[in-house]
Antibody
Framework: QVQLQQSGPGLVKASQTLSLTCAISGDSVSSNNAAWNWIRQSPSRGLEWLGRTYYRSKWYNHYAISVKSRITINPDTSKNQFSLQLNSVTPGDTAVYYC?????????WGQGTLVTVSS | QSVLTQPPSASGTPGQRVPISCSGSSSNVGSDTVNWYQQLPGTAPKLLIY???QRPSGVPDRFSGSKSGTSASLAISGLQSEDEADYYC???????????FGGGTKLTVL
């Protein structure tokens, strides 16, 4: 059974960097058939995919156009986890952030972290 | 404005069959398989249907999915009070090179 455990601060000041980590159990961040995603949910934006990282003989990253200039998703093979960094945040980035695995479909989700950006 | 279009609300009485639609385009629903999620308040979305019409282990067969062209549908038969939740469709978009979601349908059991 795959489990994803998120950690990170729930409050970030505007213009600073949002950082979250997702620890994986029951699978490997280096899996050759899984991708590791970050998704957020807010009343104004609904569910919004932010990006993913995955390994297919080498590491790949794909980012949503809306955040491409501000986002970094990194795998950490030593800890079997992956992270999200979102720079220069504004109150508009306030949302519940989820990490999630995709193998074909998005099948396993983390518990969610409410991140509030204060001005 | 979500890429996929769902009705904001749906309702039914216990035992009824309720359909929920999801409309997209040739770059998403028209070219890849559709997934459906159920979200209860305060929890993460749960995979309900994958690959248009497949149920993960543990999902009751009261839930079914279908797809035709650029539209997909989730049907819930034998409606129960515990089915009251938000439902979302999701699909990979080949033009955007990312996952896209519907705006969600809030299902009320009357």
């Amino acid at each position: 059974q795959v489990q994803l455990q998120q950690s990170g601060p729930g409050l970030v000041k505007a213009s600073q960097t949002l950082s979250l980590t997702c620890a994986i159990s029951g699978d490997s961040v280096s899996s050759n058939n899984a991708a590791w995603n970050w998704i957020r949910q807010s009343p104004s934006r609904g569910l919004e995919w932010l990006g993913r990282t995955y390994y297919r003989s080498k590491w790949y990253n794909h980012y949503a156009i809306s955040v491409k200039s501000r986002i970094t998703i990194n795998p950490d093979t030593s800890k079997n986890q992956f992270s999200l960094q979102l720079n220069s945040v504004t109150p508009g980035d306030t949302a519940v952030y989820y990490c999630a695995r995709s193998v074909g479909s998005i099948d396993y989700w983390g518990q969610g972290t409410l991140v509030t950006v204060s001005s | 404005q979500s890429v996929l279009t769902q009705p904001p609300s749906a309702s039914g009485t216990p035992g009824q069959r309720v359909p929920i639609s999801c409309s997209g385009s040739s770059s998403n629903v028209g070219s890849d398989t559709v997934n459906w999620y159920q979200q209860l308040p305060g929890t993460a979305p749960k995979l309900l249907i994958y690959s248009n019409n497949q149920r993960p282990s543990g999902v009751p067969d009261r839930f079914s999915g279908s797809k035709s062209g650029t539209s997909a549908s989730l049907a819930i038969s034998g409606l129960q009070s515990e089915d009251e939740a938000d439902y979302y469709c999701a699909v990979w978009d080949g033009s955007l090179n990312g996952w896209v979601f519907g705006g969600g349908t809030k299902l009320t059991v009357l």
